[in-house]
């Protein structure tokens, strides 16, 4: 897909609310899928994995190792709050940290392309 854009794009990791089915790719496996097939970066945005987490297992942290860390070109880290035992994705609160086997500060450590 790249070389038909005139500019760099990325794939977002996103909030899946849906159970895995048998078979079916893991959210790490497929969000790299898609940034390897379209040739683009990835925004990795901790809160909708930490949303996945609570939503359900596996841990953020089992996504992040599934993802090629030279293609996340940006990280994403906002809040949200809880509708009718959902936790949705959304700026309305700060994000909730010490909740998640995420680590931003140390994640970032290990991304090739953060400034530091």
Request: aromatic fraction near 8%.
């Amino acid at each position: 897909m790249a070389p038909h854009l005139p500019v760099p794009f990325a794939v977002e990791t996103g909030v899946n609310y849906l159970q895995p089915c048998a078979g079916e790719m893991s959210d790490g496996a497929f969000v790299a899928a898609v940034a390897e097939a379209a040739d683009c970066g990835i925004v990795l945005d901790l809160h909708n994995l930490w949303a996945n987490e609570t939503e359900r297992p596996p841990a953020g942290g089992a996504v992040l190792a599934e993802l090629p860390l030279e293609r996340i070109w940006e990280v994403h880290l906002a809040g949200g709050s809880e509708f009718q035992g959902y936790w949705l994705d959304g700026p309305l609160r700060p994000p909730c940290p010490g909740r998640s086997s995420l680590s931003p500060g140390g994640f970032c450590r290990s991304c090739p392309r953060s400034r530091r």
